[in-house]
């Protein structure tokens, strides 16, 4: 035992941790209620789930959930990407400031005024309101964090490994396709996960940006929870945390075992 | 580096940012500028993207002030303003209180379980938002699992009052962001050297005084991280007080929203995100001053 762990140490180290995921378990637990009051535990049962799975309402959001993330993590990992290469390696072009504060203005911008003002805009140029809009906001948001993942992994790469790739016939695209993306294809993971979970939590950009027919899960949860506190929101809930949990855990699984590998054939060389 | 790639890598992301994210800005700052009218859009003078940048100069010289006098005369913006400072200070300093010891405790704890232990900060990172607001309403409702807990075990006869009152937004506040506390301070205590306080208390300084003198002087840069990335988001934070604080707790983000959703306000709503973004730069160059130094620090 490490003599500096001291039992005030182990104290606020439980007590921490058991602020940050005793409301969460509950919640779980609670989406096993039989009970139609949330807070009365009744015995357990999976009837929420199944009533959950038979409402057309949520499944409908869910969906518009999963293609507005799946769409906009995608493209916010190109355009981030592409992003981050800019502000690592591109240090001299005309409107250079501009550019980097337009990447990390979005970081710091409260959600509302960026949903206020992507209405503004999809308003005065007549776009209508739905799948799209969200999408094109939650790419705008999230293409930020993404250059911001990359730019940390890129700061640390050497890039002389490009520039002997162009000098044995590489073009510039083959030579970062084939040579760069390889090694900061973990961040550029890391950047797509993370994009696509907060367009899987937005409410605010979501609720500003979209029309009728393309509710949001978010949107749905909110105006559910407003009326009240119900096992089926727990249930929903409940699988939503289940999915990304999974995903968190594989993620650093392949991560571990790729830096095993790694590790592995640099001992080989 | 070849010609048309490097114009790809500049151009499409500035393109986009351009389009999406400035152009909306600007959007905004006029309209804030314009007239409330009865119409749809809601704003006069309208001004016709299609006539191009002429357009745009051509509309912005037909300015008013309106908005912002309206809003500086009433006192309901000047309070939502300075509640959700006075909110978001609180809740920080209460983040603090938490997050430090929690930072600490993991700093000090055996280099085996570190890793599991920074995974369990990060993780609720990844989980939402919203749900993780949600949870507390359960809690803190009068008939919640709180007040059913201290009423069984008899240390309170009647139900707390504490869901949908300012304290709610504290704790929900708290609980929201107390990774940003407590990553950045667990990442200078990681790094600090414990021998400097040991070799403070062979000098005869009591374990306080060392801690204040050492440890606290140290873990400066990762305090004031923590509490500016508590600070500047919980300024203009919607869900929270929405979903926990009821109709008496004021905040700026539910002030916005409603002028914008319920009254359909939008040169208002447009002026109260002007103001509220002119705020937050005071906060947000403070923290990139001391970000600045730090880094200076550790070179």
Redesign the interface.
């Known amino acids: 035992?490490?003599k500096?762990?001291?039992a005030?140490?182990?104290?606020?180290?439980v007590?921490?941790?058991t602020?940050?995921?005793l409301?969460?378990v509950?919640?779980i637990v609670?989406s096993f209620n039989a009970s139609k009051l949330?807070?009365v535990w009744g015995g357990f049962s999976t009837h929420w789930y199944s009533e959950m799975l038979s409402n057309q309402g949520l499944m409908d959001a869910a969906w518009v959930t999963a293609r507005v993330g799946l769409l906009s993590a995608t493209v916010a990992t190109v355009?981030?990407t592409?992003?981050a290469?800019?502000l690592v390696?591109?240090t001299r072009?005309r409107?250079r400031t501009?550019?980097t504060g337009?990447?990390y203005?979005?970081l710091?911008?409260?959600?509302?005024?960026t949903g206020?003002?992507?209405l503004?805009?999809f308003?005065?140029?007549g776009f209508e309101r739905g799948f799209w809009t969200v999408s094109?906001?939650h790419?705008?948001f999230s293409?930020c964090f993404v250059?911001v993942v990359v730019q940390s992994r890129l700061v640390s790469y050497d890039m002389s490994l490009e520039e002997a790739a162009q000098d044995l016939g590489c073009?510039?695209?083959e030579a970062?396709y084939k040579i760069t993306l390889p090694v900061i294809l973990p961040a550029v993971i890391a950047g797509w996960m993370l994009a696509f979970?907060l367009s899987?939590?937005d409410?605010?950009i979501a609720?500003?940006t979209s029309g009728p027919g393309a509710t949001t899960l978010?949107m749905k949860?909110?105006s559910q929870?407003r009326l009240g506190?119900t096992p089926e929101?727990?249930a929903v809930?409940t699988v939503?945390?289940g999915f990304?949990?999974t995903?968190?855990i594989i993620a650093?699984l392949i991560n571990k075992r790729r830096m095993v590998n790694n590790a592995r054939t640099d001992a080989d060389i | 580096?070849?010609s048309?790639?490097?114009r790809?890598?500049?151009g499409?992301?500035?393109f986009?940012?351009?389009i999406?994210?400035?152009?909306?800005?600007l959007?905004?700052l006029r309209?804030a500028f314009s007239e409330p009218v009865l119409a749809m859009?809601p704003f006069a003078p309208q001004?016709d993207?299609s006539e191009g940048w002429q357009g745009f100069v051509q509309s912005v010289s037909q300015f008013t002030t309106y908005n912002f006098q309206f809003v500086f005369e009433d006192s309901l913006y000047t309070n939502a303003y300075l509640s959700s400072l006075r909110i978001a200070l609180i809740s920080t300093l209460l983040t603090l209180a938490?997050?430090f010891?929690?930072a600490?405790?993991?700093a000090?704890?055996?280099?085996t379980i570190r890793p599991i232990?920074l995974?369990?900060?990060i993780?609720?990172f990844?989980?939402?938002?919203?749900?993780?607001v949600?949870?507390?309403?359960?809690?803190l409702?009068p008939?919640?699992?709180m007040n059913?807990f201290l009423m069984s075990v008899g240390i309170i006869s009647t139900p707390l009052r504490i869901y949908n009152t300012e304290i709610a937004v504290y704790i929900g506040i708290v609980?929201s962001y107390?990774?940003f506390m407590?990553l950045p301070i667990y990442a200078t205590l990681e790094k600090m050297d414990?021998s400097f306080v040991e070799a403070a208390r062979d000098l005869g300084c009591s374990s306080i005084g060392a801690f204040w003198k050492i440890t606290a002087r140290l873990a400066l840069p990762g305090v004031l991280a923590g509490c500016f990335l508590v600070f500047?988001?919980a300024?203009?934070?919607?869900?929270i007080p929405e979903?926990l604080g009821g109709s008496q707790t004021l905040m700026i983000?539910k002030t916005?929203?409603s002028e914008?959703?319920n009254n359909r306000d939008?040169p208002v709503?447009?002026t109260v995100?002007i103001i509220?973004?002119a705020i937050?730069v005071v906060p947000?160059v403070l923290f990139q001053n001391a970000q600045a130094r730090a880094t200076e620090a550790n070179r």
């Open positions: 035992m490490n500096n762990w001291s005030f140490n182990i104290v606020s180290v007590f921490g941790f602020f940050l995921y409301p969460i509950l919640l609670y949330v807070t355009l981030g592409l992003a290469l800019t390696r591109h072009f409107g501009l550019f337009m990447v203005a979005p710091v911008m409260p959600e509302v005024i206020l003002s992507l503004l805009l308003v005065s140029i094109l906001a790419i705008t293409m250059a073009t510039p695209f970062f979970t899987l939590d409410l605010v609720s500003f978010p949860i909110f929870v506190v929101i727990n809930c939503l945390i990304v949990a995903g968190v650093s | 580096m070849g048309f790639f490097k790809i890598t500049i499409l992301p500035y986009w940012l351009c999406l994210f400035l152009l909306p800005f959007i905004v309209v859009p001004f993207l938490i997050g010891p929690l600490y405790g993991m000090r704890s055996p280099m232990l995974m369990l900060v993780l609720p990844w989980t939402s938002f919203l749900i993780r949600y949870a507390w309403i359960g809690i409702k008939e919640g699992l059913q609980y107390l990774p407590v414990y500047i988001p300024i203009g934070e919607f869900v979903l983000g916005l929203w914008f959703f939008w709503a447009s995100a509220l973004l937050l947000i």
